[in-house]
């Protein structure tokens, strides 16, 4: 029997309603025919994660920073590298 892929987006949504405490683990696992230890650990992840997702933007600049200075030292790199060709290349041309 092959296992069932569920999205992120129904993860979450089960694992919220599961939150509310509307239905028990019974009825919710019959309702999405999930097994309730899945239901129990994609709870137990949102709990988990739900304390950095507000962090995210930070994340997100800092991630941003090392790229841009990573784009900057190549830039630096390549201006390096086309004055010593650009230098290079006149002693040849005459």
């Given amino acids: 029997m092959a296992r069932k892929k569920f999205s992120a987006e ?3 949504q089960v694992a919220l ?3 509310k ?3 028990t ?5 019959s309702k999405y025919e999930v097994h309730p230890t899945q239901l129990k650990e994609w709870k137990d ?8 997702l507000f962090s995210k ?9 090392g790229y841009v200075e990573a784009l900057e ?3 630096g790199q390549l201006t390096i590298e086309i004055d010593f060709l650009k230098k290079n290349l006149t002693k040849y041309q005459q």
């Fill in 10 to 12: 129904f993860k979450a």
């Fill in 17 to 19: 309603e599961f939150l």
């Fill in 21 to 23: 405490g509307e239905l």
């Fill in 25 to 29: 683990l019974a009825e919710l696992s």
């Fill in 45 to 52: 992840t949102l709990k988990a994660q739900a304390k950095t």
């Fill in 57 to 65: 933007k930070e994340k997100t600049e800092d991630s941003n920073n």
């Fill in 73 to 75: 030292r190549k830039a």
